[in-house]
């Protein structure tokens, strides 16, 4: 801000207010009025807001920074720099003409000045202060706002109502607009600084009316564009700041600013060079910075004559007041000279920058240089006014290449140089600089005479360090620093040969360095050549030292390579023993025939290196001799020999394989112990005194419920012995000697003959290589035969099929796995590679696909496919078969009306289509009894009529709660009602879909009934097919090297999935099936941590379980179909409109007899 604005600011301040004064209205200020007491009031609660921190006087008039006015006691003005507080919510000093607060720590929103619309100096500048500009929308008396580097916000348009705004700054501010919108009728405008904010447009509203008093204008990094000519009009403009901006035009349109000072271009698409021009304009301009433009600035050709013909009787000079000139960047392009020279006769240039801007050649003779006297004569020795006040030349990054005197201010003056690729000096420059004391920046420079530099270094008045203290490890050099403020330089580009060496590893002379080549080294600074390595040894590039130098074989010892002691000679090299797993006592032992640790085996006889061998057993298997453990032989010895049988892993002798017998009678005799068990149970029950009736009546349920248990039990069994696999190479199957013989239950052909030992009674391998094809196929080939049984029977291939699948599925798809399974890794886990074998058949190769080894792959991978595809396909076709035959049962439902406690009436409503009347009755009954099994209990008489089913109590009893019912326990009594109306839509349907097996002529229906009928609804057959698959994915994943982490995830899902669904018929049997799941990942992280004991209880947990479930013999579902079937039986009666008397009562153990 100039001084003649600033003055006119005050002046226009108080001669507006002593204007709007009336005399005839002052107050009388000896007498406080109300008013007064009011307005001190205001301000005393404004200013503690403002945090005001001095002490209030009696006067508010007389606070610091407070101005009344001079004929009432209104306050109009308000400054405080130092009040760190907040601006009040609202301000009711409605006569506030001027506020000027400048703390940093100052607080609040614009807004609370919507209600001082007199106000025309506001001051806020570096505060916290935010809020929006349209609060001052429909304020005219603003003569300044200093609002820069604050929080404020809005639209530049907000204030065009402030035709009197004289001075504006808002830079570093958020607000936003058109430029043009803003300064439409902005007459009286003399300051306006908007850097840094949003505002765009372009220069048209700086043109006519507006055009004479603009001083300042300042529009640093906005969207601003246009024409640097569309400026000319500002007359009165003495800075101008456009940095950053899409402004274009001629840096020649500066000399039509007659008043201009300073100037800020840089980052513009400014362009042009000095003229002719130039002479005589710009005569006040002191600063100009063209950073980053496209200004090239020097003059060239004439222009370059004119500008630099120079005179003693006509010093004519361009810029003369020129302080500051930034060129950094710009496209100069031209010699030193054409830059340097038409500037020479500036007596005020302080700092000229021009680093990267193509500056190149000889700099001009600045201080003696050429100049003509007013007698014409030619001066050779005369020092232009530059050289005389110039502080900074800064021509770094540029490529100068003659440097002939100092041209700056002795004592405090820069000369930068910095990575000029090569410059000479002229005689004894360096020596002036460091007596005058001007810094000289030569750094990233190369030198083209060293010789004085040499010569100051002898006599001392350079100095180094000491150390070689700069490391280059690209370039492979180090050198000293020289130590000095005056003469700044990078001594690899100063005096390379005589301030750098070589590092080590590098060879070469000064800072000119090449790597050590391979097989050589340098272990010293300065090498010129480096040193070779001794014979029989190798170094990669660069080494430092002798020890880099790696012998062929063995170790270096006193400059020649041999073997150490514990080693041996493997082609050509001395490798430890124990890293090839040999055991090498004495020196010079090949590898070829040194012995195996223990452990260990080689794949190969004369091979040069052993391999961990497998678990269990591995220390008897491979004692650590050239031979095989005894009964062990093959890779890795892995296979058995003739007198020895395998069985997991091991091999047995054959005189021990009485024991398997032992143990397989006691697996019997512990079958018997269960079946007697049962039968005490029974006599004890029966002892309790309970009808004959009753006795078969539980008995018939319990026999039932056995038949859908029992294959949950061995299915668990199977998968039980199936995670076995997981401890083979852990401590457990050690501890558990009744998991060989529970294997016997997947009644597979291996399992069977490793019962009976059958490898001792005939040719060993051949009888693994039958069991091992044969396990897999024979569940296939028993499949196979069935649908010759439809030719008996309708059905009957498709029921024996399924029970075929339910006893043999597990052992089958198991027996599949271990035949496709390879051992492609040796105990430490490394690649077996060609050695590779088959876990089943250790003597095969996995890569062998001729011969037995195609049959092997052909009976695994056709199995696979039937385990895997196309029995699931098969157990899909069934779902799906059920789902269209059975779909009329789902298209009713029965409607309960005006039911009571004791009596109901069911009618069947029809989602679709019409009931056909034969079907109707049986449909009634199987509603009835549902109904009856969910909601009622005692006796009951059920009596049919014509379209509907009644049922009327005769001696109805309570229905007993269901603790284990956890859903009708959380439940309120609405919900409970709603839940057993569910169950009982869900068995009425349950007891439809039998009704309809037991008509279906379909062959797959007819051999499936079994099947179906153990789930709740046929619908849930799907669950077979999961639990076939969940079969399929364990059998998978035993082999795989994170297969605990599978089993547990696939049981603990299963057994949340079956508990969820609830699929069977039984509870009993979800509740077992699911439990067994559970039971399963426990068996999983008993084999994985060698926890024998948590394996026999995760076995014995689930037939526990089992027993437990023998005091709750009966169900709903069981219930309904016992009394569908009595009503059935009564159906000619009920026709005839005869009522049946039946008793719903649940079957259960009693502890007191039946009367």
Not at 891 to 901: D, R
Not at 972 to 980: C, E, L, P
Not at 1091 to 1117: G, H, K, N, S
Request: aromatic share 8%; proline share 4%; charged share 20%.
């Amino acid at each position: 801000m100039g001084p003649f604005s600033v003055a006119l600011q005050w002046m226009l301040l108080y001669s507006s207010a002593a204007l709007r004064d009336d005399p005839s209205e002052h107050l009388n200020l000896d007498e406080p009025s109300d008013e007064c007491e009011e307005e001190a009031k205001l301000l005393q609660q404004m200013m503690l807001d403002l945090g005001f921190k001095g002490p209030m006087t009696k006067d508010h008039c007389d606070l610091p920074g407070i101005t009344c006015s001079p004929h009432s006691c209104k306050v109009e003005t308000i400054r405080c720099t130092t009040c760190a507080g907040h601006l009040p919510d609202y301000i009711r000093l409605k006569g506030l003409e001027e506020v000027t607060l400048t703390s940093p720590e100052m607080t609040g929103d614009i807004k609370a000045f919507a209600a001082t619309p007199d106000l025309k100096i506001l001051d806020l500048h570096g505060t916290k202060v935010t809020g929006d500009l349209e609060v001052f929308q429909n304020f005219t008396s603003f003569l300044t706002m200093q609002l820069h580097d604050t929080g404020i916000v809005g639209d530049i348009k907000s204030l065009t109502e402030a035709i009197w705004l004289q001075f504006l700054d808002l830079e570093n501010t958020k607000i936003h607009g058109d430029l043009n919108v803003f300064c439409k009728d902005m007459q009286r405008l003399v300051q306006l600084n908007l850097g840094n904010t949003r505002i765009s447009g372009d220069f048209t509203g700086f043109q006519g009316k507006m055009a004479g008093g603009l001083e300042l204008l300042g529009l640093a990094n906005t969207g601003v564009t246009g024409q640097l000519s569309d400026l000319v009009a500002l007359k009165q403009l003495w800075k101008l700041n456009l940095r950053g901006t899409a402004v274009t035009g001629n840096l020649v349109d500066i000399t039509k600013f007659y008043r201009i000072q300073q100037v800020d271009l840089s980052f513009t698409r400014v362009v042009g060079q000095l003229t002719a021009d130039w002479k005589g304009c710009c005569r006040l301009l002191r600063s100009l910075r063209l950073q980053n433009s496209s200004v090239q600035f020097a003059p060239v050709g004439k222009d370059f004559g004119d500008l630099t013909t120079f005179s003693m009787a006509f010093p004519e000079v361009i810029l003369p007041n020129l302080r500051y000139l930034d060129l950094t960047n710009c496209p100069v392009n031209s010699p030193a000279k054409n830059l340097l020279l038409p500037l020479a006769m500036c007596k005020r240039l302080t700092f000229l920058m021009a680093s990267g801007s193509g500056v190149f050649g000889a700099m001009p003779q600045l201080k003696e240089g050429i100049i003509y006297a007013s007698d014409g004569r030619r001066r050779d020795d005369f020092t232009f006014p530059m050289a005389t006040r110039l502080l900074l030349l800064d021509l770094s990054y540029n490529n100068v290449s003659w440097l002939s005197d100092l041209p700056v201010l002795t004592g405090a003056g820069r000369m930068l140089f910095r990575e000029n690729h090569q410059i000479k000096l002229s005689p004894g420059l360096l020596a002036r600089a460091l007596e005058k004391h001007i810094i000289l920046d030569l750094r990233g420079t190369k030198l083209s005479n060293e010789e004085e530099a040499l010569q100051l270094l002898q006599e001392g008045q350079l100095q180094t360090t000491d150390m070689y203290a700069y490391r280059d490890e690209i370039a492979g050099y180090t050198c000293k620093d020289v130590v000095s403020t005056i003469i700044q330089v990078t001594s690899s580009r100063f005096l390379p040969e005589t301030l750098c060496k070589c590092l080590p590893g590098w060879h070469g002379h000064g800072a000119t360095c090449q790597v050590c080549p391979a097989n050589k080294f340098s272990d010293e600074m300065g090498l010129g050549t480096c040193k070779s390595c001794p014979a029989n040894s190798t170094a990669p590039e660069g080494s430092t030292k002798l020890a880099h130098c790696k012998c062929q074989f063995g170790d270096l010892h006193d400059g020649a390579c041999s073997c150490d002691k514990h080693q041996t000679l493997r082609d050509g090299n001395c490798i430890l023993c124990s890293k090839l797993h040999l055991q090498c006592p004495v020196e010079g032992i090949p590898a070829s025939t040194a012995k195996p640790e223990v452990g260990h085996a080689r794949l190969e006889p004369k091979t040069q290196e052993a391999r961990k061998c497998l678990p269990p057993d591995t220390s008897q298997r491979c004692p650590g001799s050239h031979d095989c453990g005894s009964g062990y032989n093959g890779t890795l010895c892995t296979s058995c020999t003739d007198g020895f049988w395998a069985k997991q892993g091991r091999c047995k002798p054959c005189s021990k394989a009485s024991s398997a017998r032992v143990w397989f009678l006691a697996l019997l005799g512990g079958v018997a112990l269960i079946v007697a068990a049962v039968l005490v149970y029974r006599r004890y029950w029966h002892s309790r005194g309970h009808s004959v009736s009753e006795r078969a009546s539980v008995e018939s349920l319990l026999r039932k419920r056995m038949v859908m248990q029992a294959p949950v039990l061995l299915q668990m069994v199977q998968l039980w012995a199936v995670l076995g696999s997981l401890g083979q190479r852990g401590r457990a199957r050690e501890a558990l000697p009744e998991l060989s013989y529970l294997e016997a239950l997947q009644l597979t052909i291996g399992d069977v003959q490793n019962s009976f030992n059958a490898q001792c009674k005939l040719d060993g391998e051949t009888v693994r290589m039958l069991a091992a094809l044969g396990s897999p196929l024979l569940p296939l080939l028993l499949l196979l035969c069935c649908p010759m049984l439809e030719l008996c029977r309708p059905g009957l291939g498709v029921n024996v099929a399924l029970k075929t699948l339910t006893v043999l599925f597990i052992g089958g798809a198991f027996s599949t796995a271990e035949l496709l399974s390879c051992q492609f890794e040796d105990g430490d886990g490394e690649s077996l590679g060609d050695f590779a074998f088959r876990t089943a058949l250790p003597h095969l190769r996995c890569y062998d696909r001729t011969g037995i080894g195609f049959w092997v792959d052909a009976a695994g991978y056709s199995s696979a496919l039937a385990y895997g595809v196309l029995i699931p396909l098969f157990l899909v076709g069934l779902m799906v078969r059920q789902y269209f035959a059975l779909q009329e049962a789902r298209l009713f439902y029965a409607s309960a009306e005006g039911g009571t406690p004791q009596h109901v009436t069911l009618r069947l409503q029809t989602l679709h289509g019409q009931l056909p009347e034969e079907a109707l009755p049986k449909r009634l009954l199987a509603a009835v009894a549902a109904h009856m099994a969910v909601h009622c209990r005692g006796k009951w008489l059920v009596q049919l009529q014509d379209g509907y089913i009644s049922a009327t109590s005769s001696g109805g009893e309570e229905i007993p709660a269901d603790h284990l019912d956890l859903m009708k326990v959380v439940a309120d009594a609405k919900t409970s009602r709603n839940i057993d109306v569910l169950r009982s839509r869900r068995v009425a349907e349950m007891l439809t879909e039998r009704i309809m097996l037991e008509e279906a002529k379909d062959r797959w229906l007819i051999g499936s009934q079994a099947l179906l009928c153990k789930y709740m609804l046929c619908q849930d057959v799907w669950m077979h097919l999961v639990m076939k698959l969940f079969a399929v994915a364990l059998v998978s994943c035993v082999s795989m090297s994170d297969a605990w982490k599978w089993a547990i995830a696939f049981s603990l899902g299963m057994a949340v999935l079956v508990g969820a669904c609830q699929p069977y018929m039984w509870p009993q049997v979800s509740q077992l099936q699911s439990f067994s799941y559970l039971c399963l990942a426990l068996t999983s992280v008993a084999f994985i941590y060698d926890w024998p004991w948590l394996a026999r209880v995760a076995l014995m947990a689930p037939v526990i379980l089992l027993f437990w479930q023998v005091r709750e013999p009966d169900c709903r579902a069981a219930l309904a179909e016992r009394l569908y079937q009595e009503l059935e039986s009564e159906l000619p009666k009920l026709q005839r409109g005869e009522a049946h008397e039946v008793i719903v009562q649940k079957l259960r153990f009693s502890r007191e007899a039946v009367p």
